[in-house]
């Protein structure tokens, strides 16, 4: 399938997004100055031990202390983990950010350093090597396997899916270059200050013609000049059909827009994704895991009921593989396919869904149908927080989704309004939403009070325009004459 990419940059983020026939199918963004980004390596000073957690909390430069677990320690040759903590407070340690900070959780810290190559990457202190769990013919794991071992004297070697195919030689050069990044880092730690960075792991741009199969993409659009100095650089000595898909844009619109992908970007923000059929998917994202609900909408299909539903889970299928790979979504996923009552059709969804994952580049793992219609899949968590620059948590509703009733907000102000009168007040000017007022005027809403406790008090309303829906004050006044906007309304 014909790919094309574009990189360009934003104010202080690098973005990138990844076209297949003509659909966006990944999108990427990071802060070009982002010290926290995973992969760097830090200098760092152990804070805290807690044996109970087997962990420990460290000083490495960032606004929160990062977790170190014991697991993450390096361990003898002969063992798979660590059998206990093995530092203390005060401690000086190497440790490279696994996970970035996010909200209110601060980052996860790794002793066990790894350097990513294209084809493979480097373990300087974990004792094994590994092949690729993508790579499944067993003649070429076990080749491979013997290769990852001879270039692992020392150290582990892990071959990335991209390794298949590729000269020994190149691998044993590839090797050496990040062995010259472990030693750099190396002497960086024994000059550094705690807390300051000792290795940065390559930008977005890089890390993309980094991990990314080149060979099936058309055209590399840049609209960053210095992007497109670095992609340049890195393409210097490649070979010339890659260094030919590097194509400068220069025009005067933005090049997202210019290439109809801002529309689509635009969308991700959506909860409801619609689907060329007419069926739809809803699409909710939690802290435990991220949940997506199938339903038909004006699909009604040509013949019976069992493969119009058949058919839109199908389709579903293969536009939820895509949606999980553009908005990032990683962890656990749950799907909620419309009931199908022959076996053979369930299998046929779940197998269609796990095949259009395998063309994911992070690790996807599919298990079958449940009796309801469930699908459980989980996906592999990935270093960049796409929607972060695309949406930002509502103020109003804090992630909810919802904000108070207009019942319930009366409600509130008439708990307001008689707090103030139980403290003397013989007035009290409520400022609201002008729709909210509108509804409290159009139901009555204290007309039973006006005329009974409130009778010899007097509430003025001042609708505002401006107001947030929710947003209201109130407050009481003694004085016989009030200065107040010619807005202000007598309540009844």
């Not at 977790?67 to 401690?91: C, T």
């Not at 270059?177 to 960086?188: G, H, K, V």
């Not at 895991?289 to 699909?299: R, S, Y």
Request: proline share 3%; hydrophobic share 40%; aromatic share 8%.
């Amino acid at each position: 399938m014909q790919k094309t990419m574009y990189f360009d940059r934003f104010g202080k983020k690098n973005l990138a997004a990844v076209v297949e026939a003509g659909k966006l199918v990944e999108f990427h963004a990071d802060d070009v100055t982002e010290n926290e980004k995973a992969g760097n390596i830090f200098k760092g000073r152990v804070v805290n031990v807690l044996a109970g957690m087997q962990a420990a909390f460290v000083a490495y430069g960032g606004e929160k202390n990062g977790y170190l677990a014991a697991g993450d320690m390096p361990a003898e040759a002969d063992a798979v983990l660590p059998a206990e903590l093995n530092v203390k407070p005060g401690d000086i340690v190497m440790v490279q950010l696994s996970k970035a900070p996010i909200g209110t959780k601060g980052a996860r810290l790794t002793m066990n350093l790894s350097f990513v190559g294209k084809n493979l990457i480097y373990l300087p202190s974990a004792p094994f090597c590994a092949i690729s769990r993508k790579i499944t013919d067993e003649e070429t794991r076990e080749r491979m396997l013997g290769w990852a071992k001879k270039l692992a004297p020392e150290g582990g070697v892990i071959l990335r899916t991209q390794a298949e195919g590729v000269r020994f030689s190149l691998l044993k050069e590839e090797l050496r270059t990040l062995r010259r990044l472990y030693e750099d880092a190396l002497e960086n730690f024994g000059r550094a200050a705690v807390g300051e960075c000792v290795f940065r792991e390559g930008d977005l741009h890089a890390r993309l013609l980094r991990d990314f199969d080149l060979t099936g993409v058309d055209k590399i659009y840049v609209g960053d000049a210095q992007a497109y100095a670095r992609a340049e650089k890195l393409f210097a000595s490649a070979r010339s059909g890659l260094k030919n898909k590097l194509v400068r844009y220069t025009g005067d619109r933005e090049m997202l827009e210019y290439f109809g992908l801002e529309k689509q970007l635009c969308a991700l923000t959506d909860r409801r994704v619609e689907l060329e059929s007419g069926a739809y998917l809803v699409i909710d994202k939690t802290e435990a895991l991220t949940a997506i609900d199938v339903n038909t909408g004006k699909f009604t299909g040509e013949t019976g009921l069992e493969d119009t539903v058949f058919r839109t889970n199908l389709l579903a299928a293969r536009e939820i593989a895509r949606q999980v790979r553009l908005r990032n979504i990683g962890g656990i996923v749950v799907v909620d396919f419309i009931d199908m009552e022959r076996e053979e059709h369930r299998a046929a969804v779940t197998e269609e869904l796990a095949a259009c994952l395998r063309e994911d580049r992070a690790q996807c793992n599919v298990f079958p149908m449940t009796g309801f219609g469930l699908v459980q899949f989980t996906r592999k968590k990935t270093k960049c927080d796409n929607m972060a620059v695309l949406a930002k948590p509502c103020p109003y509703c804090g992630g909810a989704g919802t904000v108070p009733s207009d019942e319930f907000l009366a409600f509130r102000i008439q708990s307001a309004l008689k707090k103030c009168f139980a403290e003397g007040y013989a007035n009290a000017v409520v400022e609201l939403n002008a729709g909210l007022y509108a509804y409290i005027v159009s139901t009555r809403r204290f007309s039973d009070l006006v005329r009974g406790e409130w009778r010899e008090k007097r509430v003025y309303m001042i609708p505002h325009r401006t107001y947030h829906e929710e947003q209201f004050n109130v407050r009481g006044d003694n004085n016989r004459i009030l200065d107040l906007p010619e807005t202000a309304k007598l309540l009844y």
